[in-house]
């Protein structure tokens, strides 16, 4: 009896170390994934949506990596369909009908020599990549796909993974249309097709097997991680498996054990029963609330002030900041859909654009992406645009155009590089000067006239309101002369733009009129004379 009672003791004691080993485990994968593996002191992302592979190892060895940019978000590089229709609209990159690596953007033998040019330069590719689902019930079959392979949506096959009827959730979901009918209920979110799009049996190992060697191929050929599309509509438990089965990043240019960096589109803006937070032990979640309240406030609406950001970041309801992907906006809610709606700035708003990117850019709290996106034909139809579904700049023939690079730096041919604009490319490098230092110095006028240091590296100043600013403040910076790198920059022993004056006290007056081109001031510890 007493043996038994020690063994059984014993039982106990291993069950428990054992559950100890996994939580561990399974803890320390969710922070891997957390990891951007940022080289080189830099710190945002930016999507060059729907760029050429070949456009994007030339941005990275002449502006990204120069500027301190520590990585690129590219659309997804997976076969997709082909749709007929005029300018080839953007969302069939969302719609695979495989996992060979042939897109619109370019082949297999394009997108390494991209991701090798880049990690040469220490700027490194996440992937967004879509394996929620395969095309749309209705895409027909053939060849119309960018490898040219055949598929046939009506009877679910998909020779060149291969998937078939059986790997998919048709006989899972439980409404009448196979579609998600309400939001409300987490097993239709989950389990049926989202507009349409074939929703893959996940729970299914062949299913996991063949998604995770898609992306074990990504992280041979150097990337660092993944933008996972879609996540609300997959179990955390399926995603979990499926980030289990992942190969550590690849040592020629990452620390040998590194984890891909992994980061989840899940809309959450409250008042639906799936939630962020459900994927937060699994990597990075993308903010959809900081865009969303950023545009409200920079517009002004609803009694919104920019005072009122003092506490920004967890303060507001946002996620942990060790969870949270940031961003101003992105290839959806800059179109009116995905989260957020009319109150999202983008470039068609540039003044408040630079200002709420800018803001961004200098606040301690998440992960940053800044969005690069190209022009469209709007057509606003009671609040809706009628053309966001145009596709990239394109030739006659389908294909995407290269994007010129004019003497000014600016892009041409359509394409709008918000990266590129003077005011952004220069906040890009202060996040990096400032990195580690913490949110300091703040000031307000109790209206839309704010400013903060980030310790004594750096201090920006915010003129929001309809009248001048003209104010002397507490900097936390060495005493001396700075160059503003937001109406210009330093180069070499003079400034191009408005110098700050910083007193032997960290005191410095700063003077912004609300009619200004860019109502904003920022300084940092390398832009000093």
Not at 366 to 378: A, I, L, P
Not at 387 to 405: E, F, L, Q, R, Y
Not at 464 to 483: A, E, H, I, R, S
Request: aromatic fraction near 12%; charged fraction near 20%; charge should be neutral.
């Amino acid at each position: 009896m007493g043996k038994c009672l020690c063994f059984f003791r014993a039982g106990i004691h291993n069950l428990k170390s054992m559950k100890l080993f996994i939580l561990v485990a399974l803890f320390g994968l969710g922070l891997a994934q957390h990891n951007s593996h940022f080289r080189h002191g830099r710190t945002a992302i930016v999507h060059l949506f729907e760029w050429r592979w070949a456009d994007i190892a030339a941005e990275c060895e002449r502006f990204l990596g120069p500027n301190g940019f520590g990585g690129v978000q590219i659309s997804p590089p997976s076969e997709h369909i082909v749709l007929d229709h005029p300018w080839r609209p953007w969302y069939q990159r969302y719609q695979p009908i495989g996992f060979k690596l042939c897109s619109r953007s370019g082949n297999e033998n394009e997108l390494r020599d991209m991701i090798t040019r880049c990690n040469n330069v220490g700027v490194n590719i996440y992937v967004d990549v879509v394996i929620n689902h395969m095309c749309g019930s209705g895409g027909g079959e053939g060849t119309h796909s960018s490898c040219g392979s055949w598929f046939s949506a009506s009877k679910r096959d998909f020779p060149s993974v291969p998937f078939s009827k059986v790997d998919f959730n048709d006989n899972k979901c439980r409404t009448g249309s196979g579609e998600i009918e309400n939001y409300g209920d987490v097993n239709q979110v989950r389990d049926c097709r989202l507009v349409g799009l074939l929703d893959l049996a996940l729970e299914k190992d062949y299913v996991r097997g063949k998604v995770a060697d898609y992306l074990n191929k990504l992280v041979d050929l150097g990337v660092a991680g993944f933008r996972v599309d879609a996540c609300k509509h997959m179990w955390p438990g399926d995603l979990s498996a499926i980030y289990g089965l992942l190969k550590n990043l690849n040592t020629t240019w990452f620390p040998g054990g590194s984890k891909p960096f992994i980061f989840q589109e899940v809309i959450d803006l409250g008042g639906e029963p799936i939630t962020s937070r459900e994927y937060f032990h699994l990597g990075r979640v993308t903010e959809f609330k900081y865009g969303a309240k950023l545009g409200t406030v920079f517009r002004k609406w609803n009694g919104e002030k920019l005072s009122y950001t003092r506490n920004w970041g967890e303060g507001w309801g946002f996620m942990p900041n060790g969870d949270a992907l940031v961003f101003v906006d992105n290839h959806d809610n800059q179109r009116g859909h995905g989260a957020g709606g009319a109150a999202i700035v983008t470039f068609w708003d540039s003044r408040l654009h630079k200002m709420a990117v800018s803001y961004m850019l200098a606040h301690p709290y998440g992960v940053t992406r800044v969005m690069s996106s190209f022009r469209w034909n709007r057509h606003i139809v009671n609040g809706k645009d009628e053309n966001d579904w145009i596709g990239p700049p394109s030739h006659a023939d389908g294909s995407t155009k290269s994007v010129p690079i004019n003497a000014d730096q600016t892009c041409g041919d359509g394409w709008v590089c918000e990266h590129r604009w003077r005011q952004i490319k220069n906040m890009v490098i202060f996040r990096n000067v400032v990195n580690g230092q913490p949110h300091s110095n703040w000031w307000d006028n109790q209206s839309n006239q704010v400013a903060f240091g980030r310790g004594n590296r750096g201090f920006i100043v915010f003129n929001n309101d309809d009248w001048d600013l003209d104010v002397t403040l507490k900097t936390g910076m060495p005493g001396g002369t700075y160059c503003d790198i937001i109406s210009g920059q330093k180069n070499e022993s003079r400034c191009t733009g408005k110098q700050i004056n910083v007193g032997g006290d960290g005191q410095a007056h700063f003077k912004i009129s609300n009619r200004d081109e860019d109502p904003f001031v920022a300084i940092h510890a390398d832009s000093k004379l």
